[in-house]
Structure formats: structure tokens, C-alpha cells
């Protein structure tokens, strides 16, 4: 039965950006080092402007191999972070997954988990995919925490593959397996996202 909404939870949905006001927000994002440290921790940071963000999401929708996702307030429709699916491979069913609350005021308040659970299940009920990965950053260890806790395991540590404020960082991978999801969903005490 189809009761749940897949792309809409209690606080926060998934949703397609909006190429004329949604640019220049993720433009001025792209000023914020903590922010691109986080989400594009492997790219050089640099700011861009909203032209440019226009120019990669256009790239992204002729792929059949990334699903890029805003994540707006329910009560609002402000944007508050953005969530993807890439580098699906399809005959392997697994894909990574990148997900990101960009303002410190609006971390800790519950959007990140809200949208990883809708994030998860899209994957797995919706591309049928059977595994998922995650990776983040030494320097950034909540994000670790953060994805165990939502069931992700952590698998291989990628020692000094960073470099950023002048010293090496390793980057730890995450996975997460459609029957390990479906169990930890289908015990006790799970929460709706």
C-alpha cells in the first residue's frame, strides 16, 4: 500500500530546485568554507556564481546516473540543504549518496535525519537500488555519527586523502545494504521519516 509520501516527511521534502530562486541561495553557499568543506570536501572550494550553479543542475538532469534534490521546509518551502543519489550503477544496483543542512542554524534541528530517511527509502523502494554509500571526513566526525546512526556502517578509512588546512585528513566510507535498512525499519521503536 502506498500511504507514505515519498518525496514529503514531517518537516522537510525533497524537492527539484528551482533554477531562477534557488541559484543564487546555492551561489552564496558556495562563499561558506565550512559549508564546501562538508559537502564537496574532494573538489577545490571556490565560490561560484548562480549562472554556474544553473549550468551544473542542467548537466545533472540529462543524467540517468545522479538525482539531485533540494531540501525544503514543509512549512515555508525555504531551502534549506540539498541531498543527491549519484554514481548509481545500475547492473550493481548501489549508488553513493551525499546529503547537506548548509546554515548552522538550521543544523541539529532534525531536517539532516528527516531527509536521509527519504533519501534512504527513494533509493531503496523507489530505484530498487541494494546498497548505498557515504563517505565524509576526518575533521568532520558528527557527519559520521550522524549516518551510523541512521544504520550506515562504517567500512574502509582512506588514510590522509585529504588535504585542507594545511595538513592530511582521512576520509571514512560508510555503507548501507537494503536488508540491513529493511531490518532496523521493520524493528521496534522505528520512526516515520
Known amino acids: 500500500m ?10 522537510v521534502r525533497l524537492d527539484r530546485f528551482d533554477a531562477d530562486k534557488d541559484a ?4 552564496r553557499w558556495t562563499h561558506d568554507l565550512d559549508w564546501l568543506q562538508r559537502i564537496e570536501a574532494r573538489k577545490v572550494a571556490r565560490p561560484l556564481a548562480a549562472a554556474r550553479v544553473r549550468e551544473h543542475w542542467a548537466s545533472l538532469e ?5 538525482f539531485l534534490f533540494a531540501v525544503r521546509l514543509n512549512s515555508d518551502g525555504r531551502l534549506v540543504g540539498q541531498a543527491a543519489i549519484g554514481e548509481v550503477y545500475w547492473m550493481h544496483r548501489s549508488a553513493t549518496i551525499r546529503l547537506g543542512i548548509a ?19 527513494y533509493a531503496f523502494d523507489e530505484l530498487n537500488l541494494h ?20 544504520g550506515f556502517v562504517p567500512e574502509v578509512r582512506q588514510r590522509q586523502a585529504l588535504q585542507r588546512n594545511g595538513r592530511r ?3 571514512i566510507v560508510l555503507g548501507l545494504l537494503r536488508e540491513e535498512w529493511e531490518r532496523a525499519r ?4 522505528e520512526a516515520e521519516p
Request: charge should be positive; avoid cysteine.
Open 131 to 150: 546498497r548505498l554509500t557515504a563517505w565524509t571526513q576526518e575533521y568532520n566526525p558528527q557527519a559520521a555519527r550522524f549516518l551510523e546512526r541512521a
Open 169 to 171: 585528513w582521512d576520509v
Open 186 to 189: 521493520s524493528g521496534p521503536g
Open 62 to 66: 540529462k543524467s540517468d546516473s545522479t
Open 103 to 121: 546554515t548552522p542554524a538550521d543544523r541539529r534541528q532534525g531536517f539532516g535525519g528527516e531527509a536521509l530517511a527519504l533519501l534512504v527509502r
Open 24 to 27: 543564487t541561495v546555492v551561489a
Open 2 to 11: 502506498l500511504s507514505q509520501s515519498l518525496f514529503e516527511g514531517r518537516r
